[in-house]
């Protein structure tokens, strides 16, 4: 089966394989090794001061989100969330449930927000912080996150800033340098790592609010994480697969990753174009990893996903209120061109202009070179 998902992505072999060492104490030297130097690598994926700053704990993303909140926000505090599609309101959902009070601004879906309004939102209330999605799955749009934060901290701001980079980071460019308080990531996306693992990078400032001990947290307390300990059994098969992937991503240069998932962008884009199927977000604002397409009223979304699923092909479905007309492409992970060509390939037969779909994906592959 290939997988032109925006998560799960595929696995690389080296990870699969590093995943099936023996288990070990968890508290005995290796694995302090390997938390040692796990930490340290994704450190400096995110651009954090150093190992101390990374918390890694055993959910998908939504648990991050969730860990994010209650290590940096309590009840009663006053955010503004940023919403530019299904993951930003999860976002506010879950600061809600921890009895925060969330202000939303709300941008049309296939729209990224605009960083002056942002930061005209931000004054005039006394806000803890803003939550912003750098890379919203839902529509496929790549918001301006480091704009906001770096505007924001140029200006001695002490709002924080917690960013969902969960389908971003590390296949598209952010640094914490920029102001970023928290950036909250999961394995199975760019990561090249199954699913089960949430992995958080915080600033200097977003690691003394968290050690600025605030109630309403327990499991996800980042605390003992933030100063080099494991207080519960960690998911050590899956550490051991994001060591190996962390290797993979340093080898392979993250100017490298960054080039690579904008070709596999670009070839979807024109592919779809040309072949009669509609982006939904402008060039400019268009995600490296996601791409959202509306479908002619000829071409069903959910029968045609199924009918390529029976040809060795799964693609993504729309969400909310694109679900009956819009299907999502990932091209995100451990994924080249030639990958991605068997999936435009299987793809084609339905398309409304299958040669001009192929022509131009072919024109595409041989640009950036
Ligand atoms: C931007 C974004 N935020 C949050 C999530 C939720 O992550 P998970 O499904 O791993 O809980 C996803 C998953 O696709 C996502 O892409």
Known sequence: MHILLPGPTPVPNAVEQAMLTAMTDHRGALFEEV???VVEKLAAVFGAPSGQHVAIFPASGTGGLEAAVQNLLAPGDRVLAV???????RFSEIAEAHGIIVDRLEIPWGQAFDTADVLSRLEGFAYRAVLLTHNETSTGVLNPVADVAAALKRAGSTILVLVDSISGVPSIPLTLEDGIDVV???SQKGFMCPPGLTMLGFSDRGRDAVLAKRPGRFYFDCTPYLKGRLP???AISLWYGLDAALTLLAEEGEEARYARHRQLRDIVRAYATAGGLTPLVADEVASPTVTALQLPATLNPSQWRKALAARGLQISGGLGPWHDTVVRIGHVGYLDVADLWAGLALMAPELPH???????ALQASFRHQ
């Open 35 to 37: 938390q040692t130097r």
């Open 83 to 89: 919403e530019t599609g299904l993951f930003g309101r």
């Open 184 to 186: 909250i990531a999961a």
């Open 232 to 234: 519960y059994t960690p």
């Open 354 to 360: 299958p040669n001009a779909a192929l022509e131009a």
